[in-house]
């Protein structure tokens, strides 16, 4: 495999980009017009535009991105995450032009695609599932014998869904109609398919996912777990490797049912396999994502792999050069998620231009980003500007040195999540590692997040006064004495 391209944009890109470039080979980038002047663009070996800033004109366009890689002659292609990285169709089309596509093969993307292909399938491989329904449905009262079955809460999701689109929770039910159409209607129009599904509303879960990979020599390993569970919308903005609460048995439960989920759709490359855990510990199959995951960093940072090199080899048919054994723990990492958003805003987006733009630097800090200062931020496309991942020798240090890099990272000209980061971190129940998915509505509004701001601000401020005070004190006691000095020149 001599040239790769690249099928995204911005920080994954450049992140795809530099694992190919120390592996010695050459990078294709493709771009929208909106992202001409993009560091992704200016650091591949090529580039080429596909279109109008809008995804379904340019990044999404499956066509115009074989069409060039056929052109230019390219041995693979990378998705990236997001836009065509989960597109069966696409994957199919490249494997059909005769290039390989870096990642699993259409059937398991198209298997693990659909959450109840999903769940059947890892149910066969004795895979613990949340109590519900694996079929798809559409009659209120099948819906409502189910949720009386199961007990209330419920929670009714999207089939073909993610992202939180076409969810909600049911309480009780007399809503469940009213909520049930809901959620019919939202996964039809975000996916083409309102097919539907129930499940028991797991209360007070937390979202630990499992990183796996497998080469095409049937060998299958999981590199350990990610806390995900501070979300906002049901998306992540915080996650950390490893889990704070997972014993070692429960690791490798864990990590042996997301390996016979990968077997179960005979998977080959990087993957996620992603688990509800109750309070009591029990774990739930909840979905597998056939493609690599925004918060990848923290997986490599604890066990030393590249990731991407690793997709990279696989797909050229290589054999994984290391077995479950070989896998250790070093450490503990954590990732915030930058997004260009306001926290004071329930999180909405903020556009604009970048007038400033310093990412921190030290030991323990990886930054990977697709922005530059002076670079607008585009409305056509996920807000994140970066991934701010650091590394400790454990949890504690490692939370340290994320607040130390939130303080240092200098953005100006949008709103950010930086801010949110550190609410996070002061928290109370995040630094004892007691939350959960409800993080967010239990502990943080605006109103809080400016308080915690204005206390941090008074602290900062008694700090700043007592090391004058202490140094105004130092510099009096000098002048106040006679100094060997004075005695000499007199």
């Known amino acids: 495999m001599k040239k790769i391209l690249v099928a995204n944009r911005g920080e994954i890109a450049l992140r795809v980009m530099r694992t190919a470039r120390k592996m010695g080979i050459r990078t294709v980038a493709v771009y929208s017009e909106v992202d001409r002047h993009s560091p992704h663009v200016r650091f591949a070996d090529e580039a080429f535009c596909l279109g109008p800033a809008p995804s379904s004109q340019s990044y999404l366009r499956g066509d115009k991105i074989l069409e060039?890689?056929?052109?230019?002659?390219?041995?693979?292609?990378?998705?990236?995450?997001?836009?065509l990285s989960e597109n069966a169709g696409f994957a199919a089309a490249v494997a059909e032009a005769g290039i390989t596509f870096i990642g699993p093969s259409p059937h398991s993307i198209e298997m693990m695609g659909s959450k109840l292909a999903a769940k059947e399938a890892a149910k066969k491989f004795n895979v613990p599932m949340v109590p519900g329904i694996e079929e798809a449905i559409t009659?209120?009262?099948?819906?409502?014998?189910?949720?009386?079955?199961?007990?209330?809460?419920?929670?009714?999701?999207?089939?073909?869904?993610?992202?939180?689109?076409?969810m909600r929770i049911v309480e009780r039910e007399e809503d469940l109609q009213e909520q049930m159409e809901r959620a019919i209607s939202e996964a039809q129009s975000a996916f083409g398919d309102g097919s539907v599904f129930i499940e028991k509303y797991v209360t007070s879960p937390r979202h630990i996912e499992i990183q796996i990979m497998a080469d095409t020599h049937g060998n299958t390993v999981y590199v350990f777990e990610r806390e995900c569970s501070i979300q906002r919308r049901h998306q992540k903005v915080v996650e950390e490797a490893p889990c704070a609460i997972l014993t070692p048995e429960m690791r490798k439960a864990m990590g042996e049912a997301a390996v016979r989920v990968a077997q179960s759709c005979n998977y080959v490359g990087a993957g996620t396999v992603e688990f509800l855990v109750d309070d009591k510990r029990e774990f739930y199959f909840l979905e597998m994502n056939t493609r690599l995951q925004v918060e990848h960093p923290v997986s490599e940072y604890i066990s030393g792999l590249d990731l991407v090199e690793l997709q990279i080899r696989v797909a050229r048919g290589e054999k994984l050069p290391f077995t479950q054994d070989d896998l250790?723990?070093?450490?503990?990492a954590l990732e915030l998620r930058v997004y260009a958003e306001d926290p004071l805003n329930n999180f909405l987006p903020s556009v604009g231009k970048l007038t400033r733009y310093r990412p921190p630097v030290g030991d323990g800090i990886r930054v990977d980003d697709g922005f530059e200062e002076g670079m607008d931020v585009p409305i056509y496309y996920d807000p994140m500007l970066a991934k701010l991942v650091v590394h400790g020798a454990t949890r504690a240090e490692a939370i340290q040195r994320m607040k130390e890099a939130i303080a240092d990272f200098e953005v100006e000209g949008v709103a950010t999540t930086l801010p949110f980061g550190r609410f996070v971190l002061d928290h109370e129940a995040f630094v004892t590692a007691n939350f959960d998915t409800n993080f967010v509505n239990q502990y943080f509004s605006a109103d809080k997040l400016i308080e915690s701001h204005q206390n941090q601000a008074a602290v900062a401020a008694m700090l700043a006064l007592r090391h004058h005070l202490r140094r105004k004190k130092q510099l009096?006691?000098?002048?106040?004495?006679?100094s060997n000095w004075s005695r000499r020149v007199r």
Do not use: Q, T
Not at 476 to 482: K, L, M, R, T, V
């Open 68 to 83: 060039i890689a056929k052109k230019i002659g390219v041995d693979g292609i990378h998705p990236g995450y997001g836009f």
């Open 139 to 166: 009659d209120v009262a099948m819906a409502k014998e189910i949720g009386r079955r199961v007990g209330y809460p419920i929670l009714i999701k999207a089939s073909a869904g993610g992202g939180g689109k076409g």
């Open 328 to 332: 250790k723990i070093n450490g503990h």
């Open 476 to 482: 009096n006691a000098i002048d106040a004495g006679e």
